[in-house]
């Protein structure tokens, strides 16, 4: 069976090099991609990935008296393929920054304080059902170093990966109601406003936690954004 790669729907997807997102520039091919037939070690992995790497907790918020700072939240995120059949056994790696918007990451000069108690990454794996539960705090927005006073609003990472090395999707989600939302570069490349909602999370009442549900359609015309 042929490896089919969809084009990129300049309406649906980033555009890529976005404006006032430097660093976009040095992410995006700076020449046209060339077709090469995949070879044996594309079309057949990744099998079993987690016994590769290991899985990381699904609670980033803790317990007290080690509990992180910030709102408790829970994110239930579903993939789904086009059909929305969902994808059981996909490895889901999940990154965000503290409730203060400093990442554990040592390339963040944010001027914000790091949470002893939080370690923002997870690595999950899909149940039955398609869907992984994190148990953390919500993210803080962050300001984008050299843009002008551009922050960021709270957002959660994700990376998914599929039945082969080539499949992987590299997205963000976005939460509801969040001002910073209408003025963000990344989310506002993407200029199709339904494909823009595909990317903010649902919130759904629940007693003492705040439920975040959020699907990530891999492939397809509904797919979420790659970025
Ligand atoms: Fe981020």
Redesign the pocket.
């Known amino acids: 069976m042929p490896y089919v790669v969809e084009p990129r729907d300049p309406l649906t997807q980033s555009e890529g090099v976005v404006a006032g997102y430097a660093q976009t520039a040095s992410r995006w091919p700076g020449q046209p991609l060339a077709r090469r037939a995949p070879g044996a070690a594309e079309l057949s992995g990744p099998a079993r990935l987690e016994r590769r790497l290991p899985l990381g907790r699904s609670d980033l918020a803790g317990r007290a008296p080690r509990r992180a700072i910030g709102q408790l939240i829970e994110i239930r995120a579903r993939v789904a393929d086009e059909d929305g059949t969902p994808l059981a056994g996909a490895m889901v790696e999940i990154w965000?920054?503290n409730a203060a918007g400093k990442?554990i990451h040592p390339n963040d000069a944010n001027d914000a304080p790091e949470d002893p108690n939080f370690y923002g990454a997870a690595r999950l794996l899909t149940g039955e059902s398609g869907a992984i539960t994190l148990r953390t705090v919500k993210p803080g927005a962050?300001p984008v170093p050299d843009s002008g006073g551009w922050w960021?609003p709270p957002?959660v990472?994700f990376s998914v990966w599929g039945r082969v090395w080539l499949s992987r999707l590299v997205t963000?989600m976005f939460f509801p109601g969040e001002p910073l939302n209408e003025h963000d570069a990344i989310l506002n490349a993407v200029r199709d406003p339904a494909a823009r909602s595909r990317c903010i999370a649902r919130l759904v009442p629940k007693d003492h936690i705040l439920v975040y549900e959020y699907q990530m359609v891999v492939r397809g015309r509904n797919a979420a954004l790659a970025m």
Do not use: A, E, L
Request: net charge positive.
């Open positions: 965000h920054c990442y962050y960021r957002h990472h963000q």
